[in-house]
């Protein structure tokens, strides 16, 4: 990003007579936004960095959770003239992903099933730290990789391609100790062979194919020579990656996953058939699953907003999941694309955004102002990241995930945590204090004494004072805005700022 870019003032910020720009610089440092229930965080603030992200021609993505945030960017849109950048993903539209070609697509063969891996495992370790556990227990996260792992290599060996029906039905007919294993012994004839006896079987009718092919091109002499060494097995998995991978998958079936106790097997095998089975119904799966994209991340770039609109409050713990899937597949692409002097930034935002945290987060902020992510997460208060954050140490996750964020602003807010951390984070003052002391001995006398002492330089409990925007305070919303690393003036780090809940803005061709 060209310097000119970076210090492209998007407001500014008016102290006392002088006004500091706040720019483009900022914005990539990401912004947190703090506020209690009705404190206009999301109609001050956040209206106020929505417009100016949009007018100055951002493309980015928008996550959900309350049913009307859908037409509240519509309506920052049509302000900005930028209705026709506005893509919706949402029931009956026709906007579509389909995650997993998306992914097969970015990698060659041999990455394809990590990446995968990787997506599913984020959105499953998310429902983990939420719960508070789970994600510590590193038996349990290994048997689940290699599960999902094989599967996966399963599905291309036999089919070529990767989806979330062929998964969904291999996990639930993996062959259990008292059944055997059909896969070794099914015959091509045989039409009532199980959905993993029927990919085991096809993957091997493929990898003979290719063992003929290899043989085939080997001379009498060499072929004799390895079988007189007793390594023909050995230089065929090494000269063919497929017959390899077919062994692999055979060993963790018939030795690993087949040998566990019933109740160990059981727990693995529906921990991943459970989240699958979740993907398979609409309408997520018509929207990730069943269909040709129509749109990628790399949309963002061009300047689209994607808005995923399943919100939290109506679709529950799938609409989060596929938004946490989405939201981590974007991070991935904006951080691999090409940057030049021209390239504008992209905004990642997300009102309540406790609700799309992942174990990843930390690490893709620590990088946003390089990839130019604006991130901006609006919440209510530091115990929402907490609770979602959870597991052990949340405390340091959170204050750690807080502290890749360069711009933090607080409004009203009644949670002692979040107010106390504010304060902290503004930090302390000296304080010229005057005392006087009066004496009657004879005759009256008094002395007055001049000493300085440290206290914070915003209190607490101010914050519970703050205006909230709305007819009683002419629309005015009030907060504290820190700037991380940035001295204002006169040697300070902060500001006390009103946002104008009837802030318009004028359109302008970026």
Not at 207 to 230: C, G, I, P, S, Y
Not at 398 to 419: C, E, Q, R, W, Y
Not at 446 to 468: C, M, N, Y
Request: glycine share 8%; proline share 3%; net charge negative.
């Amino acid at each position: 990003m060209s310097q000119d870019l970076l210090d492209t003032p998007l407001m500014g910020l008016a102290i006392r007579d002088e006004v500091i720009p706040w720019t483009v610089r900022h914005a990539v440092e990401g912004v947190q936004i703090f506020g209690g229930i009705g404190s206009g965080k999301t109609s001050g603030s956040g209206r106020t960095l929505a417009l100016k992200y949009l007018n100055a021609g951002f493309g980015g993505l928008v996550l959900t959770v309350k049913p009307d945030e859908k037409n509240l960017w519509e309506e920052y849109c049509k302000e900005t003239g930028r209705s026709d950048d506005l893509l919706i993903v949402e029931p009956g539209h026709k906007n579509v992903f389909n995650f997993l070609e998306y992914e097969s697509s970015q990698a060659d063969g041999n990455s394809i099933t990590g990446n995968v891996v990787d997506v599913l495992k984020t959105v499953m370790k998310a429902d983990e730290e939420k719960g508070g556990g789970g994600g510590d227990d590193a038996f349990w996260d290994n048997a689940l990789d290699m599960l999902i792992f094989h599967i996966i290599d399963l599905c291309k060996l036999a089919y070529g391609n990767i989806t979330l029906r062929q998964m969904y039905d291999i996990v639930q007919s993996l062959p259990k100790q008292e059944e055997g294993y059909a896969g070794r012994l099914a015959t091509p004839k045989n039409k009532d062979l199980n959905a993993f006896s029927k990919a085991f079987e096809t993957a091997q009718i493929k990898v003979n194919k290719l063992t003929d092919e290899w043989e085939d091109a080997q001379t009498v002499e060499r072929l004799q020579e390895l079988n007189a060494n007793n390594s023909y097995d050995e230089a065929v998995q090494t000269e063919i990656e497929d017959v390899r991978m077919l062994k692999l998958v055979d060993q963790f079936f018939m030795e690993n996953l087949m040998t566990l106790h019933e109740k160990t097997r059981s727990i693995i095998d529906f921990s991943f058939s459970g989240f699958l089975f979740r993907f398979l119904r609409d309408p997520v799966y018509s929207l990730f699953g069943s269909q040709a994209s129509t749109f990628t991340p790399e949309d963002s770039l061009k300047g689209k907003i994607i808005l995923i609109n399943l919100p939290v409050k109506v679709y529950q713990k799938i609409g989060r999941d596929c938004q946490i899937m989405f939201k981590y597949i974007w991070q991935r692409a904006m951080e691999k694309r090409s940057i030049n002097a021209d390239s504008l930034p992209v905004f990642l935002w997300a009102d309540e955004a406790q609700n799309f945290l992942h174990e990843h987060d930390t690490h893709y902020q620590a990088t946003a102002r390089s990839s130019r992510i604006a991130t901006v997460y609006i919440s209510q208060n530091l115990p929402n990241y907490m609770a979602n954050m959870g597991g052990a140490k949340s405390d340091f996750k959170v204050k750690s995930f807080l502290g890749t964020l360069g711009t933090k602003i607080f409004h009203a807010n009644a949670d002692i945590d979040t107010n106390k951390y504010a304060s902290e984070l503004i930090g302390d003052g000296n304080w010229n204090t005057r005392s006087t002391s009066n004496t009657v001995s004879g005759q009256f006398s008094s002395s007055q004494t001049d000493s300085i002492r440290i206290d914070r330089l915003i209190r607490p409990e101010w914050f519970a004072g703050l205006k909230t925007g709305g007819s009683g305070n002419n629309f005015i919303v009030e907060g504290y805005m820190h700037l991380q690393g940035n001295t204002l003036k006169e040697n300070s780090n902060y500001i006390k700022i009103n946002f104008n809940q009837k802030f318009t803005i004028k359109t302008s061709t970026p």
